[in-house]
């Protein structure tokens, strides 16, 4: 039987899969499912800094109303008044822990810098494993400069790391004009990893409505392409870790992510596709890929990066012209 155990900001993993956030991990007996499935941790759905004061202020108007009158007159208090804002997202955590024995990953999404750093000591005395900062910001104010934009996550970083103790990770798009100097920075920073990479949800417009239309579209096995060549790029580079996620529908996008260098493997689409259960199949087409050739997963994780192979070139500007050199119609 193949070791599949690896290190993950610092996490001991019994295995490189991890369910990254989605409505699934929310539920406990999914989050039960996914463990013993062979889910070596588990991020929850992020938590948005806007949302939780927007419930916080409705919950305070809504205790409010009456505060002149007797106060035997209860039925002003809305029913599952305390289930509401800051203190259900900490009672998600606090559950999923007791629930599993994987790490548990909290996510978070801040506006403020004060938010970012209220809310992730929260999570961390809540009992998170660790803290994923999905820096969902889209530069769309057009005087903004690069420079602008990778101060911001540098400041978000260096706050939270200045307030917790647990690890934090970077889940970071790729829209950066060097993605590799911004995850180097970030790395000297302190930042303890990195997941490549987030995916932006962009709009569309409806021709009948004339509406901005937002949904979800699920990642595609295509979609492995982009955060394969930068994790094959920076493995072996950093201090902190490297998690993959995109495009992760079957066992073989996991095998080419490890060969890549990550050292973790998360994936969403695929289990909302096919159930929690799936998780178990990919666990399944690893430990099979790496028995066949007698191997354990540190015998191949980072086997095909940028650093160990012979032509570099095969990440690099080289590879761009033998594609289109070696086109045929």
Excluded: C
Excluded at 2 to 25: E, H, M, V
């Amino acid at each position: 039987m193949p070791d599949l155990s690896t290190t993950y900001l610092g996490l001991k993993l019994r295995s490189p899969l991890i369910a990254s956030a989605s409505p699934l991990t929310l539920n406990l007996d999914n989050a039960r499912a996914l463990e013993d499935a062979g889910a070596a941790a588990m991020v929850l759905p992020s938590v948005f800094q806007e949302q939780i004061e927007e419930e916080a202020e409705e919950l305070e108007a809504a205790t409010t109303v009456g505060a002149e009158s007797v106060a035997e007159a209860s039925s002003f208090m809305p029913p599952n008044v305390w289930h509401s804002g800051p203190y259900e997202m900490l009672e998600t955590v606090r559950r999923a822990r007791a629930a599993v024995g994987i790490p548990v990953i909290a996510s978070l999404n801040g506006v403020t810098a004060a938010g970012w750093v209220a809310y992730a000591r929260e999570l961390e005395q809540a009992g998170a494993s660790a803290i994923e900062l999905n820096i969902y910001f889209v530069p769309t104010d057009p005087t903004l400069t690069g420079s602008d934009v990778e101060a911001h996550y540098l400041d978000v970083l260096r706050a939270v790391k200045a307030t917790v103790s647990i690890p934090v990770a970077m889940k970071l798009g790729p829209f950066f004009s060097a993605p590799g100097d911004v995850v180097r920075s970030l790395d000297v920073a302190g930042a303890d990893g990195f997941v490549l990479f987030n995916r932006f949800y962009q709009p569309d417009i409806d021709l009948v409505t004339l509406r901005v239309q937002r949904d979800l579209d699920l990642s595609r096995p295509v979609e492995i392409r982009l955060p394969l060549l930068w994790i094959g790029v920076l493995a072996g580079t950093l201090r902190g870790s490297l998690a993959a996620s995109s495009g992760v529908e079957t066992a073989d996008q996991v095998v080419k992510y490890l060969l890549a260098g990550a050292d973790a493997v998360m994936t969403t689409s695929a289990l909302l596709r096919h159930g929690v259960g799936h998780m178990a199949t990919l666990i399944r087409g690893l430990t099979q890929w790496l028995d066949v050739r007698g191997a354990n997963l540190a015998d191949i994780k980072g086997r095909m990066s940028r650093a160990r192979l012979r032509d570099p070139g095969d990440y690099e500007r080289a590879n761009y012209i033998r594609i289109l050199q070696g086109w045929r119609q």
